[in-house]
Structure formats: structure tokens, C-alpha cells
């Protein structure tokens, strides 16, 4: 049972997640440091970390292989459904934190995206790398 749970796909979207967690809220922080109002840094911190989420998922987490054309475009369009439907959660869950609840914009940038992190492991595995290898250790 441990096995299906704690594998090297799960090791490596973990490292990877934490990574790209990372450099959203690196990110985040510059640009709020540089004076862009939250909304902005949030978004333009989201479009960059989507990309490179795209890209280590694909070539180093689920080493998903397409094998023509048609099906890279069809994967990618699945990755932009699923991972714009989690930006918007994320979008969105940062601006009720901040403006309606009124927390920090750090510490709720940080919760929402752990959520986020979650939530595409889940949509990534089932829904978008279809043919990914399931290496265990």
C-alpha cells in the first residue's frame, strides 16, 4: 500500500512542486518588492510557474512521451483546462484571503498554493499525463 503512495513519481512531483512553489512566492515577493500591486505580482508569478510546472511534470515527473503531433497538442490543451482551472482557485483563494478575510498576503499566498500543489498532483496524474511511467522504488 505504501508502495502506491510513496513512489518516484511521487518523490519527483514532490521535489518539483516545492521547487515551483518556491519560485511562485519567490516571484510573488519580488514583484510586490518592485511595486506591482498584489493582483499582478499573483498573476504574472502564476503564468511563469504554470510553464515551468508544465515542462518538469512532462519531461521529469510523469515522462510523458507523445508520439505525434496531434497528441502533445491535445496534452497541453488538457494541462491549460486543468491548470487554469486550478489558477483560478488560486487567483481567486488569494484575493478573498487578502481582501475579505483580511490575512497577510505572505502567509496566504502560501496556503493557497500548497492547496493548488495538491489539488494538480491529483488532476496531473489522472487526467493529464496519460501515458506517464509508474517507476517505484
Do not use: W
Not at 502564476?46 to 519531461?59: E, G, Q, R, S
Not at 491549460?80 to 488569494?94: E, H, K, Q, V, W
Amino acid at each position: 500500500m505504501l508502495s502506491k503512495v510513496i513512489n518516484k513519481e511521487t518523490i519527483l512531483y514532490t521535489v518539483f512542486g516545492i521547487l515551483t512553489s518556491v519560485l511562485n512566492v519567490l516571484l510573488f515577493q519580488i514583484l510586490l518588492f518592485l511595486n506591482f500591486e498584489y493582483k499582478v505580482s499573483n498573476l504574472i508569478s502564476l503564468v511563469v510557474v504554470k510553464i515551468t510546472a508544465y515542462i518538469c511534470n512532462k519531461n521529469f515527473v510523469f515522462k510523458s512521451k507523445c508520439p505525434n503531433l496531434v497528441s502533445l497538442y491535445k496534452e497541453i490543451f488538457r494541462f491549460i483546462i486543468a491548470r487554469g482551472s486550478t489558477m483560478l482557485i488560486d487567483f481567486f483563494g488569494l484575493i478573498i484571503m487578502v481582501d475579505f478575510i483580511n490575512f497577510s498576503k505572505l502567509p496566504s499566498k502560501i496556503f493557497i498554493t500548497i492547496l493548488v500543489v495538491v489539488l494538480n498532483y491529483i488532476i496531473g496524474k489522472k487526467h493529464v499525463f496519460k501515458n506517464r511511467s509508474e517507476e517505484r522504488f
